[in-house]
C-alpha cells in the first residue's frame, strides 16, 4: 500500500503565502511524477502543477509566476510554495503521485486526502 500525507493548508489573507508538503510512503518502487491539483466548490478538480523525476515542471496558466512546485526524491516528499495568493486561489488542493510498485513497468495513481486552503480578501 501507499500512503500519501498532506500538510501546510489554512487561513491566510490576500496576498499572503502557503507552502503545502505531500509525503509519500509504503510500497514505492520508483516515483514517475507528483503533483498538485485543487478543486473549488462547485468546479471540476484542475492541475496546479506537476513535476518529473527529472524536475521538469509544469503549471496552469493561472499559477505561473506565483506558484513554486518542488521535490526531495530522498524523501518521496513534493512540495507547493504558494505566494501572492488571491482568493480566487480558494480550494481543496490534492497531491497527486504517479509511482511504480515494483521492477514491473506498471505505474499507480495515488490521491492525498486533500487540504482545504482560503484566501479571504
Known amino acids: 500500500q501507499v500512503q500519501l500525507v498532506e500538510s501546510g493548508g489554512g487561513l491566510v489573507q490576500a496576498g499572503g503565502s502557503l507552502r503545502l508538503s505531500c509525503a509519500a510512503s509504503?510500497?514505492?518502487?520508483?516515483?514517475?511524477?507528483m503533483g498538485w491539483y485543487r478543486q473549488a466548490p462547485g468546479k471540476q478538480r484542475e492541475l496546479v502543477a506537476s513535476?518529473?523525476?527529472?524536475?521538469?515542471?509544469n503549471y496552469s496558466d493561472s499559477v505561473k509566476g506565483r506558484f513554486t512546485i518542488s521535490r526531495d526524491n530522498a524523501k518521496n516528499t513534493v512540495y507547493l510554495q504558494m505566494n501572492s495568493l488571491t482568493p480566487e486561489d480558494t480550494a481543496v488542493y490534492y497531491c497527486?503521485?504517479?509511482?511504480?510498485?515494483?521492477?514491473?513497468?506498471?505505474?499507480?495513481?495515488?490521491w492525498g486526502q486533500g487540504t482545504q486552503v482560503t484566501v479571504s480578501s
Open positions: 513535476i518529473t523525476t527529472g524536475d521538469s515542471t
Open positions: 509504503g510500497s514505492i518502487f520508483s516515483i514517475n511524477a
Open positions: 497527486n503521485v504517479v509511482l511504480r510498485r515494483s521492477w514491473r513497468p506498471d505505474v499507480n495513481e495515488y
